[in-house]
């Protein structure tokens, strides 16, 4: 049974850590011509610091829409999190069917060595798409 539901691939959406002058936000971006609709948004971030295990909350935002070629700010990140496995799992409709992905941002990734320009937002970057 599980086997028989298809999973439909992500495309033009991605995750992004911008650094701004108030300090990094994660934002959402919809790089798709359509809406996206009933958004869920599960971050969290785990791993190991020193031998301890760490693992931050689990902070859950639910986004109404996001329009075509367009982005929502998320959350703030903080700098001491950039140790640990920054997970961002992101649900959403279109056209009454359920997309779903995991963005993950590894230990040590957010950071100006791998910054680009993130489109649509247009400020450097880190992206996961």
Same mark, same amino acid.
């Given at each position: =049974?599980?086997?028989?539901?298809?999973?439909?691939?992500?495309?033009? /959406? !991605?995750?992004?850590? /911008?650094?701004?002058?108030?300090?990094?936000?994660?934002?959402?971006?919809?790089?798709?011509?359509? +809406?996206?609709?009933? *958004?869920?948004?599960? !971050?969290?971030?785990?791993?190991?610091?020193?031998?301890?295990? *760490?693992?931050?909350? /689990?902070?859950?935002?639910?986004?109404?829409?996001?329009?075509?070629? !367009?982005? *929502?700010?998320?959350?703030?990140? =903080?700098?001491?999190? @950039? +140790?640990?496995?920054?997970?961002?799992?992101?649900? @959403?409709?279109?056209?009454? *069917?359920?997309?779903?992905?995991?963005?993950?941002?590894?230990?040590?990734?957010?950071? !100006?060595? @791998? @910054?680009?320009?993130?489109?649509?937002?247009?400020k450097k970057?880190?992206?996961?798409?």
């Amino acid at each position: =049974m599980k086997g028989d539901i298809e999973y439909p691939e992500v495309r033009d /959406v !991605s995750v992004a850590a /911008v650094l701004e002058d108030a300090g990094w936000s994660v934002y959402l971006i919809n790089q798709k011509n359509v +809406r996206l609709e009933g *958004v869920l948004v599960s !971050s969290r971030g785990y791993g190991k610091i020193g031998d301890a295990d *760490v693992e931050t909350s /689990v902070l859950r935002h639910f986004l109404e829409t996001i329009e075509p070629k !367009s982005f *929502v700010k998320i959350e703030p990140i =903080m700098e001491d999190v @950039f +140790r640990l496995t920054n997970e961002y799992w992101v649900s @959403f409709y279109i056209d009454g *069917v359920i997309y779903d992905k995991k963005f993950i941002f590894l230990p040590e990734t957010i950071n !100006s060595a @791998f @910054f680009t320009t993130v489109p649509i937002i247009e400020k450097k970057g880190v992206l996961i798409s």
